[in-house]
């Protein structure tokens, strides 16, 4: 364990070189703002920000007057120039978006790559993140997840987009606004498999933070059946698609091309090796392929 200085706060948070930082900040709950995270928005020469205005009142909280310029997405390429000019100059940068880790659903990432490319360094100061917090706490134990954000807004290319999702093997997971959720759930419903659970996570860490699971099919009822429900920002998880059954369909075809050539038993173990799918599975469908 690192010994504490006897002043911390003479131990400066930021890097020797300039840089710029990425700060995770509160999704609703100022108490999570982490030390760090404090200690470098006091110290940097200037914060990048999503919205001046909404991130003044953060910084107002607790009390810290560095200086907001403005990084969104409408002006994104300009602001990574401006910041870059900082940088040459030998100061440093904070990022931050309207709350959570930026970069991540939010702008930044194009700004990220531009510091980067011009040779400073990008540091990452962790924290708030919607998609994780969500994660945590939704008891679905699929080992993967899929982080896709904000689905399309038009209902035909969000049907497109979730049935190109359909064999992702563990938990989706995206971003939704208050005034889509409702068709956004209905298309969820009616595109995937019913066997699926469903996660609708809203206001997170906020006072009237929500957290339900629940049989996918369920979701748009659950949704009417009470209009406060449809307000706020939400994180859904959708749960991995259930097991298929029977065969997968490359098993199958490995072992029709194997039975053309090799008795039984040799082409079941075969295709065992090569796909990964059950020498037994196999066996029994290829007793009945050759029954056929």
């Known amino acids: 364990m690192l010994p504490i200085p006897s002043d911390a706060s003479a131990v400066s948070p930021l890097s020797r070189t300039p840089s710029l930082y990425v700060v995770a900040t509160p999704l609703g709950n100022l108490q999570d703002m982490s030390l760090r995270a404090l200690a470098l928005l006091k110290a940097v020469d200037a914060v990048a920000a999503e919205d001046t205005r909404h991130s003044q009142k953060l910084l107002d909280a607790f009390g810290i007057t560095t200086r907001l310029v403005a990084l969104h997405e409408h002006n994104e390429q300009a602001a990574a120039g401006q910041v870059i000019r900082m940088l040459e100059e030998g100061r440093h940068v904070a990022l931050i978006t309207d709350a959570g880790t930026p970069a991540v659903s939010d702008p930044g990432a194009r700004a990220v790559a531009r510091i980067q490319e011009a040779g400073f360094p990008v540091v990452p ?64 419903a009616a595109t995937l498999e019913p066997g699926r659970q469903i996660v609708v996570a809203r206001e997170l860490t906020k006072m009237f933070e929500q957290i339900v699971r629940m049989p996918l099919p369920e979701a748009p009822a659950w949704l009417a059946a009470d209009p406060n429900r449809s307000r706020g920002e939400f994180v859904l998880l959708v749960s991995a698609a259930p097991p298929a059954e029977g065969l997968p369909p490359e098993a199958e075809r490995v072992l029709g091309l194997l039975l053309a050539e090799l008795p039984v038993k040799q082409a079941a173990k075969l295709a065992a090796a090569i796909t990964g799918a059950s020498k037994n599975a196999l066996y029994e469908r290829a007793l009945e392929l050759r029954e056929d």
């Open 125 to 188: 100061v962790p924290g708030a993140c919607a998609a994780i917090a969500a994660l945590s706490a939704s008891g679905l134990a699929d080992g993967h997840f899929h982080f896709h954000g904000f689905l399309p807004t038009k209902s035909a290319a969000r049907k497109a987009q979730l049935d190109a999702l359909r064999g992702v093997p563990g938990t989706l997971v995206f971003y939704e606004a208050p005034h889509r959720i409702a068709e956004c759930l209905d298309d969820i």
